[in-house]
């Protein structure tokens, strides 16, 4: 071990053991550099490696990657178990997607994909319900639930956020969201917005005789997160919801922990994701993301709208498949499908997505041109048309409000 050269990580003749973590990147090496050279570095720096050969006395533990496999620009790097805190999702990253993302060595380097063994992937714990909420929390068979979020995104005061609550659930719809930047601010304080739209919540449960809840957005530092998923809990609300990569994944993992004592499933929101995963070509796709999303416990996740909406998609149907994939019988996660999303859209959304999704959608509930219960109900009847096989427009025939939304927004992609 003292004395490790750089060609000492590269073994293009090397079989992976299972217990072995193996990651695939793209890797664009720098005008300097070959190939060889750039993906051994990359195994090095992203385990125990460094610029220097060493002159450490004595024996150490061997916790080198090995690059086994170059094609084209994609490489291959197998990382010992022994490398890994159980449990760690930080430390895991730490290695994996760390340093390696600013090598001087590399032009471009994106972490592409992971194969995770059973020791590390089992150390976590894994999502609690999974796509399981659909049938545990609603009574929701074989449809999608749906939610929206209202809009503007801030600025309503608590009585009219709770207001919007009650018209989209009593429209038809299953669940209200927070937005991902509305948490505690002034003009609608976590506490009172909490308490106010489950009271409204409790109503529209009674007028429908439906199961009704909200994705309350408990983001903020971890003590605080974990404070308010206590007072979620102790109000009687199934969810919390928590932007995930701004939170980062250690406190994910916290209030996963708590959300296991309290029975409470996660929504997990993206925001920031595209920080890591726009370029094509460099970060960490938001495959690998979805999978730690996964593996830290997340039940719901945003995994875009397979091209349909208005942001940027990357291989939304790859990645759900994957969530829903076995992964030595850890729960899966439902994928949320949201972004620019209205009921025009919902036949094709499903059809390239499958019905075990949630279906989110804000400016096409409450742009309705007959306003939130009216787009609610469109929402909802363009799932159930959908579901039984009905084209949305012999459903709209005698459904005026999806009529109405079919009208103002056909079948188009909004920009
Ligand atoms: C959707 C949304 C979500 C995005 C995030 C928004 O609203 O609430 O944040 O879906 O993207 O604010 O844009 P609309 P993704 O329905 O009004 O578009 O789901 O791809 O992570
Ligand atoms: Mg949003």
Avoid at 9 to 23: I, K, Q, R, W
Avoid at 227 to 251: N, S
Avoid at 297 to 312: C, F, I, N, S
Wanted: aromatic residues 6%; contains cysteine.
């Amino acid at each position: 071990m003292p004395g490790i050269k750089y060609e000492d990580f590269l073994d293009l003749g090397y079989t992976p053991a299972e217990s072995e973590l193996v990651c695939t990147f793209h890797v664009e090496p720098a005008a300097d550099m070959d190939m060889e050279d750039a993906a051994s570095r990359v195994a090095s720096e992203s385990s125990n490696g460094t610029w220097a050969e060493l002159q450490v006395e004595g024996s150490i533990t061997d916790l080198s990657a090995t690059t086994f496999s170059i094609e084209g620009n994609e490489v291959k790097v197998a990382y010992p178990d022994a490398l890994f805190e159980d449990g760690s999702m930080p430390q895991v990253l730490s290695c994996i997607a760390g340093n390696i993302m600013g090598m001087k060595a590399v032009e471009r380097i994106r972490l592409l994909d992971c194969d995770w063994p059973e020791p590390l992937t089992t150390s976590f714990p894994g999502p609690q319900f999974g796509s399981g909420v659909r049938n545990e929390i609603f009574d929701a068979g074989d449809r999608p639930i749906t939610a929206t979020v209202p809009k503007p995104k801030v600025g309503l005061s608590t009585d009219q956020h709770a207001q919007i609550g009650y018209e989209a659930w009593v429209g038809g719809l299953d669940l209200l969201k927070d937005d991902e930047n509305l948490t505690d601010q002034d003009f609608n304080p976590f506490a009172d917005r909490l308490t106010q739209s489950l009271a409204m919540r409790d109503d529209a449960q009674d007028e429908t005789g439906e199961t009704k809840s909200y994705l309350v957005n408990i983001t903020a530092d971890t003590n605080t997160m974990l404070e308010r998923a206590d007072m979620v809990a102790e109000q009687g609300c199934e969810y919390v919801m928590v932007d995930v990569v701004t939170t980062g994944w250690g406190a994910v993992q916290s209030v996963r922990e708590r959300c296991e004592e309290l029975g409470l499933a996660i929504h997990a929101h993206r925001a920031m994701h595209a920080a890591f995963d726009r370029i094509p070509t460099h970060g960490v796709s938001m495959r690998v993301l979805a999978q730690i999303a996964r593996i830290c416990g997340v039940d719901q996740l945003h995994t875009g709208t397979a091209d349909l909406g208005k942001l940027e998609n990357e291989d939304t149907v790859g990645i759900n498949e994957w969530l829903y994939s076995d992964l030595y019988g850890m729960n899966d996660v439902l994928p949320v499908a949201s972004g620019g999303l209205h009921p025009g859209l919902v036949a094709e959304l499903i059809d390239r997505e499958g019905t075990n999704i949630c279906i989110q959608a804000g400016g096409g509930v409450h742009g309705h041109p007959d306003g939130t219960r009216a787009g609610a109900a469109a929402l909802r009847q363009s799932v159930d048309a959908t579901v039984a096989g009905i084209p949305l427009e012999e459903y709209a025939e005698d459904h005026p409000e999806l009529k109405v939304a079919l009208d103002k927004w056909g079948t188009e992609t909004p920009r």
